[in-house]
């Protein structure tokens, strides 16, 4: 039984602390992306007996045993011969076969490898959907839940010199005590998503390391993994080398004036910072900027700044879509936000890639970043509050040193219950403790005492520092027309930011103002949207409903949904719609302050 129980646990995903891994230029890493060969596994006969007993988990696949070499052993599984899918990539968008896949599917490549005396070596996943298990020769090392966010395993010692056997058994199947949980409007894109590396360091080297910047004090501290030793930091743009000794526990401290160019949107500066410690070298880009909120106002660098955004899911435009998999699909999305006119995005409703956190940094977009505690998530259960602050310390951990980050959010639309509140007021108090120099938010939602009276008065508001709420007037509620004589009733002394609002259409369809799913339709919502908004007091911003149509299988109108979301200001191929255009002309006018 205790057995039973342990592996129980392990197929579930026991969670692994959050470490953070400083993964740019300097670390030895080669990718292990490119075809890995699979086998879906819906039954989980990788796993089970075939009375369901649970086996040891290197009895099964993760012995990588072959029938074609032998076909005297009865052995029903080979990878060899089986197919492959691209790595890094979800399944659905590969393979016809896989489009709607919920369940188990085994990953499995051969690194070649040989061995550097004196070398670490570690094998690190961008991210997984939705849980996992890695076996590297038929030794498990561990499992992760949790479908964005990164984690690693040491591999020094179980990696062998010559080819070594790499499984994955992936399972995206959704639960009622999941983060996020059964439903949820976008697509469940199972697989290794984001890429998978080997990476190799000295036995001492630089683990992660953190910057704040207040304004006119810059604070480094540097992780050191394996040892202690001293730690070299260099701006060279801001002529600075400084050292300093790593304690007992590995951490070193730096501490200086300076007076570095601020970040902005328009003017998104980055240095150099070269850590040095021992035989590892580690090289990075970062911005300083400070901001907080002040009464209504979000002040970015001391100054008011007016957060023109869209909201994005991390999904390629391509007629087939999928999983952002390289900077090239990213960019792709970015240069749309670019076009759009915006300064800022939401990346909804997980955490994206770091390759999207860092090229909006490199393009200038502030960022709200997000856990996917979505809709209505088991608010009453421990395992769930344990995977949403684990999700949420990878995503900070992960992206601490991003200057383009200025807000992290820990909900989106959830229910007003006592068990929500307590759930959500602990994660907001980590976030805090773990980063008290950013805006914390979350998507709430308006009350419908009437359709042209709404009231936001949600307790979470309380312990935010932003009132970000969501609404769709001219869509699921009333008519375009009705935002002329709505009056928002919303808490005063925060900063208000409108994290959604859109509507409907199909690229291409036409007709009246009064037809759904028309572009006119759509670019009557926006018309009528946009004054209503900017007459809300403290209105500091806004995010629309969104970028681009994104797959969603709660989406199954034919002809016009076809599995798309079609709240996009563009098509899933990028083709701009109507609205699209009214939201440019808003926020370029914005941008040359001609309007409010
Ligand atoms: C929302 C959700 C978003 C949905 C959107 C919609 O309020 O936050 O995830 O996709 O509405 O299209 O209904």
Redesign the pocket.
């Known amino acids: 039984m205790r057995k039973r129980l342990t592996l129980i646990a392990l197929l579930l995903g026991t969670l692994l602390p959050a470490q953070a891994f400083t993964l740019t230029e300097g670390r030895e890493c080669l990718s292990l992306g490119g075809p890995w060969h699979y086998i879906v596994d819906p039954m989980d006969t990788g796993i089970y007996k075939y009375q369901m007993q649970l086996q040891k988990p290197t009895k099964r696949y993760f012995a990588d045993r072959h029938f074609y070499q032998d076909k005297t052993r009865l052995i029903e599984y080979d990878f060899d011969k089986a197919p492959t899918l691209q790595v890094p990539g979800d399944w659905n968008s590969q393979s016809e076969r896989l489009y709607f896949y919920e369940g188990s599917l085994w990953y499995r490549r051969t690194i070649d490898f040989r061995p550097v005396p004196g070398k670490r070596c570690f094998l690190y996943f961008g991210a997984v959907n939705y849980k996992c298990m890695v076996g590297l020769n038929n030794t498990i090392l561990g499992t992760h839940k949790g479908g964005f966010t990164p984690f690693w395993f040491e591999v020094t010692d179980v990696l062998k010199e010559g080819e070594n056997s790499l499984i994955l058994w992936v399972n995206n199947t959704r639960g009622t005590d999941e983060v996020p949980t059964l439903n949820?409007?976008?697509w469940n894109y199972g697989g290794i998503t984001r890429e998978p590396l080997l990476v190799s360091v000295p036995q001492t080297f630089i683990r992660d390391y953190r910057v704040r910047f207040d304004g006119s004090e810059i604070a480094v501290s540097v992780f050191l993994d394996g040892g202690s030793g001293s730690v070299t930091l260099e701006i060279p743009e801001l002529g600075l080398r400084k050292k300093a000794c790593g304690g007992k526990d590995g951490v070193a401290e730096f501490r200086f004036k300076a007076s570095p160019e601020r970040w902005s949107p328009e003017h998104p500066r980055l240095y150099d910072i070269h850590l040095r410690c021992g035989d590892d070298a580690l090289k990075d880009r970062i911005g300083f900027r400070t901001v907080r909120a002040e009464g209504e106002q979000i002040l970015l660098n001391d100054k008011p700044v007016f957060l023109r955004g869209v909201a994005v899911h991390d999904e390629t435009v391509s007629p087939n879509p999928g999983r952002c998999r390289n900077e090239e699909e990213v960019r792709a999305l970015l240069e749309l936000a670019k076009d759009l006119g915006c300064n800022f995005l939401r990346l909804?409703?997980y955490p994206h890639s770091e390759q999207m956190v860092r090229l909006a940094e490199e393009m200038g977009f502030l960022l709200w970043e997000e856990i996917p505690c979505?809709w209505n998530i088991n608010w009453a259960s421990e395992e769930t509050y344990a995977n949403a602050e684990n999700q949420l310390v990878e995503m900070i951990t992960r992206d601490y040193n991003r200057a383009a980050t200025i807000i992290w959010s820990v909900a989106?639309?959830t229910p007003l219950t006592s068990e929500r509140m307590s759930f959500l007021s602990k994660l907001i108090d980590k976030t805090r403790e773990m980063d008290p120099t950013r805006l914390v938010s979350a998507?709430i939602q308006k009350e419908k005492p009437d359709l042209y009276h709404p009231v936001i008065a949600d307790e979470l508001a309380k312990l935010t520092d932003l009132v970000s709420f969501?609404q769709?007037i001219g869509w699921?509620d009333g008519k375009p027309a009705d935002c002329d004589s709505v009056r928002w009733t919303v808490p005063s002394g925060k900063p208000v930011v409108i994290s959604?609002f859109?509507g409907?259409a199909l690229y291409g369809n036409h007709g009246s103002e009064a037809e759904l799913f028309t572009e006119e339709y759509l670019a009557e919502v926006y018309r009528k949207q946009l004054p209503m908004i900017m007459g809300i007091p403290g209105i500091s911003g806004m995010s629309p409903?969104?970028l681009k149509d994104f797959r969603?299988p709660k989406r199954p109108l034919t002809g016009i949904q076809d599995d798309f979301?079609r709240?996009g200001l563009v098509d899933e191929q990028g083709r701009r719609k109507m609205a699209f255009f009214v939201m440019q002309d808003f926020y370029r006018a914005k941008a040359a302050g001609l309007s409010q």
């Open positions: 949820f409007d976008w909804a409703h979505y989106n639309e998507a969501n769709y699921y959604e859109g409907g409903w969104c969603s979301n709240k």
